[in-house]
């Protein structure tokens, strides 16, 4: 498997970030943090510009403020995203982006049929 590296600067050396191990970003003013299990990365980048670069690796927008990789998804209801069985682990999902979010999910259902509803 490709480890996704890459390096942004930070103080004036280059530090190393695996966007495989990013389960979320939040966007702050000019800068967009990179949540990993380890803690985050703060670079200096817009979401927009963020999400443009990360397209491929399964980021999807869940807020104005908000991205998250859907693959370290646990649950979904229709105000927040859990990262893990615990309820403090979340980050909300605005309405405007639930659909798009609900969308981009790989569903099982009966006879290949979907259920995109919750609730």
């Known amino acids: 498997m490709t480890k996704s590296i890459y390096f942004y600067r930070n103080n004036g050396t280059l530090q190393r970030i695996d966007l495989d191990e990013v389960f979320a970003l939040e966007t702050a003013k000019n800068y967009v943090k990179f949540y990993t299990p380890e803690g985050k990365h703060v670079v200096r980048i ?4 963020a999400m443009k670069q990360l397209k491929d690796k399964g980021f999807v927008q869940i807020h104005r403020y908000y ?3 859907i693959e370290k998804i646990h649950v979904i209801d229709k105000e927040n995203v ?3 069985q615990n309820k403090e682990d979340n980050l909300p ?3 405007s982006y639930y659909a798009n979010l609900i969308s981009r999910l790989k569903m ?3 006879d290949g049929e979907t259920d995109n509803e919750i609730g």
Not at 46 to 49: I, R
Request: aromatic share 12%; hydrophobic share 45%.
């Open 108 to 110: 099982l259902g009966e």
């Open 67 to 69: 991205a998250v990789a």
């Open 46 to 49: 817009s979401l927009e510009t």
């Open 93 to 95: 999902v605005t309405k």
């Open 82 to 84: 859990y990262f893990s």
